[in-house]
């Protein structure tokens, strides 16, 4: 594979802004498969999670490793703390990954615009993000892959964690930049809500993404993941809903996105 | 401006390598303008560092990012260690890389970068400068433009001097071998204009205290009444300030 690492100006961000990009390459170098050479190539657009940032998948996964014989781009943008939304007291972020990133990356470089080429997954808040950005956009993708999250708004019993008790007051503080609140009952059926976004274009009868969800029953977590499979699982949505055990970790993830590769090709 | 540092295999090496390309955008940040609309053709200056150098050194030591985006340009520098861009005697296929490898490289992963001779050129200085007289001669029907800055231009340099002749060894073999060969900088610039092929046009420039300007004066004496050769000298020594000014006329020469 090839490994770029891009930096470039975002109108939307109003500043310069990094991701890695993979590419596939016919010749590999010893002990590595290549794939042949495409005019443009399926992306896959992997999302990082919160504390992360465009380089994380890269450096606790062997994600090169494992599309290298696929045939595939990888595109791993940098999102901060920003829930993958167009923030109320910060950036678009949602705009910018969604409509504004794909638009730049295709002008650098081969990658392809169809809808059936055209994927997102992430982790934890990377989970939410590709829920998000693919249910919001559900024209611009066909598959989403959802780890260790949910509809991140159903919290389900996160804030007791003792591991996240460092995460308490900077997460209200998040939920105040990002939302505009830390209630998010007052979320629920707003373009922040997962289940309405999907439940619009349901309605509309046109294709919705499939979607891909993995938590570990280990997994704090697992109680949002819950929610989740129990609204997702009752819809006319090709889904998948995995439970093995695991917990909210790298070599959880370094694992199943494997699997998702499998599903996604 | 985007930065792209690419790391890709190369089969011309058997190794795995590292270039930064520079791309324009036609929005940017504060304090800079963007490049107009190349209709997806962007012109491209493949630009060579020096011995010692790598791949990021054009960028660190001058403006070469903000120089390139106000004049449209897409830029590639790929990391040559200390290779004079040679197929090396005892090292590796540099020349087979920058020569048959690195074009097909560019155009599989950068689409939007020019396959029009008339908006690719090529530039570098000392090691570099070598480079870009080689690669443009060589393949004259790929560049129509070669910069070249204080120029190694003769090969004997590096046999003359004691600390410099393992390493001409290693690339070379030996001043005999490199002598009417295709890392002779003479001899191939002689072969092309006898062929009667177009040519690129060809700028030298030189800083008169640099050590290496006697073979740039004595370069551009030999052949300006027989090619398409500018030349520039001013007062300047073998070092950045120097490249850093002086490839800026380079580039409004290539881009005019």
Redesign the interface.
């Known amino acids: 594979m090839?490994?770029?690492?891009?930096?470039?100006?975002s109108?939307i961000m109003?500043?310069?802004c990094q991701a890695m990009v993979i590419?596939p390459?016919k010749?590999?170098?010893i002990g590595m498969d290549?794939s042949s050479?495409k005019e443009k190539y399926p992306v896959l657009w992997l999302l990082h999670g919160g504390s992360d940032d465009h380089t994380t998948w890269l450096r606790r996964t062997s994600i090169e490793r494992y599309v290298s014989s696929l045939g595939i781009a990888v595109v791993m943008p940098e999102a901060h703390l920003s829930m993958y939304t167009n923030m109320t007291h910060g950036a678009r972020y949602l705009d910018y990954i969604a409509d504004e990133l794909p638009e730049?990356m295709r002008?650098?470089?081969?990658l392809s615009s169809k809808r059936e080429e055209n994927y997102i997954a992430g982790q934890s808040m990377g989970g939410y993000g590709s829920l998000k950005i693919g249910l919001s956009r559900p024209d611009q993708y066909s598959a989403i892959g959802c780890f260790s999250a949910g509809n991140l708004i159903y919290r389900g019993n996160i804030e007791e964690t003792p591991e996240l008790a460092v995460w308490q007051e900077r997460s209200r503080r998040m939920a105040i930049d990002v939302f505009g609140s830390p209630e998010y009952e007052t979320l629920f059926g707003t373009e922040h809500d997962v289940y309405h976004l999907a439940a619009q274009r349901l309605e509309s009868k046109k294709p919705i993404p499939r979607i891909y969800h993995v938590c570990g029953t280990e997994d704090f977590a697992l109680a949002q993941a819950r929610h989740a499979r129990d609204w997702f699982s009752k819809q006319e949505i090709d889904y998948l809903y995995q439970e093995p055990s695991g917990d909210h970790s790298w070599d959880f993830w370094d694992i199943w996105i494997q699997d998702f590769l499998k599903w996604l090709v | 401006?985007?930065?792209?540092?690419?790391?890709?295999?190369s089969?011309a090496l058997g190794?795995?390598r590292t270039m930064n390309v520079i791309?324009p955008?036609q929005?940017?940040?504060v304090g800079q303008d963007g490049a107009k609309d190349s209709g997806?053709d962007i012109p491209v200056l493949y630009l060579l560092h020096g011995g010692s150098d790598n791949h990021t050194t054009w960028q660190r030591n001058t403006s070469i990012e903000r120089y390139a985006l106000s004049r449209g340009l897409a830029v590639v520098m790929p990391a040559a260690d200390n290779s004079c861009y040679t197929d090396m005697k005892h090292g590796y296929d540099y020349f087979k890389f920058f020569g048959e490898e690195l074009p097909q490289i560019i155009r599989?992963?950068?689409?939007?970068i020019t396959q029009k001779r008339e908006k690719t050129f090529v530039a570098g200085q000392s090691m570099g400068g070598y480079g870009s007289l080689k690669l443009g001669t060589l393949y004259p029907e790929r560049f129509s433009k070669v910069g070249f800055l204080s120029s190694m231009i003769a090969t004997e340099r590096l046999f003359s001097k004691a600390d410099f002749s393992s390493f001409g060894e290693n690339i070379f073999g030996s001043q005999e071998e490199a002598s009417g060969s295709i890392n002779d900088s003479y001899f191939i610039m002689d072969r092309l204009i006898a062929e009667g092929k177009q040519m690129p046009e060809y700028y030298c420039i030189c800083g008169t205290e640099d050590f290496l300007y006697q073979d740039n004066v004595d370069f551009y004496n030999h052949y300006k009444d027989k090619i398409n050769l500018k030349y520039h000298e001013e007062p300047g020594e073998h070092e950045w300030g120097f490249w850093d000014r002086n490839i800026q006329i380079i580039l409004d020469w290539m881009v005019q």
């Not at chain 1, 090839?2 to 100006?9: D, I, K, P, T, Y």
């Not at chain 1, 002008?107 to 081969?110: E, G, Q």
């Not at chain 2, 599989?108 to 939007?112: A, G, L, Q, R, S």
């Open positions: 090839a490994l770029m690492e891009v930096s470039f100006h109108e109003g500043m310069s590419l390459q010749n590999q170098g290549g050479q730049i002008s650098f470089f081969p | 401006m985007a930065l792209v540092e690419v790391r890709f295999f089969e190794m795995s791309l955008q929005q940017n940040g997806g599989e992963f950068f689409p939007n």
